[in-house]
């Protein structure tokens, strides 16, 4: 079965950090571009970042660029996203999800195949 499970959200002071890890199972990530995704309450799922299947290209949102960091290990088969200055704003459901092929996008979440059941992240003091 193919599976991506993501793991580490919870609740973090504003500024805090966080790391998130997707884990792939049922199929080797490293033939896969992965993206991460966001949905708040009432809101659009949104793009967050992600990363090529070789790993040698990136793209965030701008709203997280210089403080959330996209990162493969391919000998766990794991994507993380370190997110360092966490905002309110960034409170929402954390998707990875993940396609076969070299490129990543953030703009288009139809181009994925295959999704995890979703991390919360709260944001609040």
């Known amino acids: 079965q193919l599976q991506l499970v993501e793991s580490g959200g919870g609740l973090v002071q504003p500024g805090g950090s966080l790391r998130l890890s997707c884990a792939a199972s049922g199929f080797t990530l490293d033939r896969h571009a992965v993206g991460w995704f966001r949905q708040a309450p009432g809101k659009e799922r949104e793009g967050v970042a992600c990363?090529?299947?070789?790993?040698?290209?990136?793209d965030y949102r701008d709203s997280v660029k210089g403080r959330f960091r996209i990162s493969r290990d391919n000998a766990e088969n794991t994507v993380h996203l370190q997110m360092y200055s966490l905002r309110p704003e960034d409170t929402a459901v954390y998707y990875c999800?993940?396609?076969?092929?070299?490129?990543?996008?953030?703009?288009?979440?139809?181009?994925?195949?295959?999704w995890g059941q979703g991390t919360q992240v709260t944001v609040s003091s």
């Open positions: 990363i090529t299947s070789w790993g040698d290209n990136t």
């Open positions: 999800a993940a396609n076969f092929g070299y490129h990543c996008s953030i703009l288009r979440s139809t181009g994925y195949a295959y």
